[in-house]
């Protein structure tokens, strides 16, 4: 009898254990964060960042100590040591442009990938990073009397874009795709100091503007080569599987301070021809992807 007395005292003393619990408080913060994006570019549009990484560095050794991670509207620091600080910040998302080196603020850079290195080195044309770079900055440590800490750290693009507009081509209806190769380009940029590294090609691709009768290859770079001549090859792939190419020195439409639009025209004076229908030849909706590595001295 006692023993059957026993099961519902223990499974009562059970319950009563298991809903206690000691209560739990949030951490309020007092270090906020914001960022200030300027999204004004001109041409390859980039989206509104979704989320940003926040990366702090060790002002002496440069090496990481902190990251954090926030939606464009910003957010709060928790469980943050106050202190002296290099912080960079950097959207998340890019589908080319890829951050390396992020334990060390000294080779923090932001590069694509290479999709060619012999003859000469060839990379996707990177497309829009925000990145915003604050060095020495100095969170402080905050009494109960102090106000709240917040920091504005502004971002912009760390590519640079320009379009290439393309003339004097008869029979742009025919074409099945238009790719530029941009000569004399760096291949990635240092966010430390925004400097660009390196020399490559960039490979873009364009579109038709059929009313127009002309072709538009907006494209993102890096930056410029200070040096040397800078230039374009043109590659039309009509409807007849025959490539038409063409390559021109741009370099004074580059450095012509006036030309605010980063405009570069180029005059093509090709005809593009139909499929030819035949037997041994017939139609398709679609044709395989085209692939042509350049071949320069």
């Not at 979704?50 to 469980?79: N, R, T």
């Not at 920091?151 to 507009?165: G, N, Q």
């Not at 499929?275 to 071949?295: N, R, Y």
Request: contains cysteine; negative net charge; charged residues 25%.
């Amino acid at each position: 009898m006692k023993s059957r007395l026993l099961i519902p005292l223990l499974a009562m003393s059970l319950v009563f254990l298991s809903c206690t619990r000691d209560p739990i408080y949030d951490e309020v913060s007092r270090y906020h964060i914001c960022f200030s994006i300027d999204s004004d570019v001109l041409y390859c549009k980039g989206k509104q960042p979704e989320l940003i990484q926040v990366i702090f560095y060790d002002p002496a050794s440069g090496k990481k100590i902190d990251e954090a991670y926030m939606g464009p509207e910003g957010g709060y620091l928790y469980s943050f040591t106050p202190g002296a600080y290099d912080i960079v910040a950097v959207s998340m998302g890019s589908s080319r442009t890829e951050l390396t080196f992020t334990k060390d603020f000294n080779l923090l850079t932001a590069q694509t990938k290479t999709i060619q290195s012999s003859p000469v080195k060839v990379i996707a044309a990177p497309d829009h990073m925000y990145a915003g770079v604050m060095a020495g900055t100095v969170i402080p440590f905050l009494s109960e009397a102090d106000p709240p800490f917040e920091l504005t750290i502004p971002m912009k693009s760390v590519c640079d874009s320009w379009k290439i507009k393309v003339t004097g081509v008869k029979g742009v209806e025919y074409s099945a795709g238009i790719t530029a190769y941009v000569f004399n380009q760096t291949q990635e940029i240092y966010l430390k100091d925004n400097r660009p590294s390196g020399n490559c090609a960039i490979r873009a691709e364009g579109r038709a503007v059929q009313d127009e009768g002309v072709f538009e290859i907006p494209f993102c770079t890096f930056g410029m080569s200070d040096t040397g001549t800078i230039r374009i090859r043109v590659d039309i792939e009509a409807l007849d599987r025959k490539v038409h190419s063409m390559e021109f020195d741009v370099t004074s439409q580059i450095l012509d301070v006036s030309n605010r639009e980063h405009l570069i025209t180029v005059d093509f004076p090709t005809e593009l021809s139909p499929m030819i229908q035949g037997g041994l030849d017939p139609s398709a909706d679609k044709w395989d992807e085209h692939h042509e590595f350049v071949d320069i001295e």
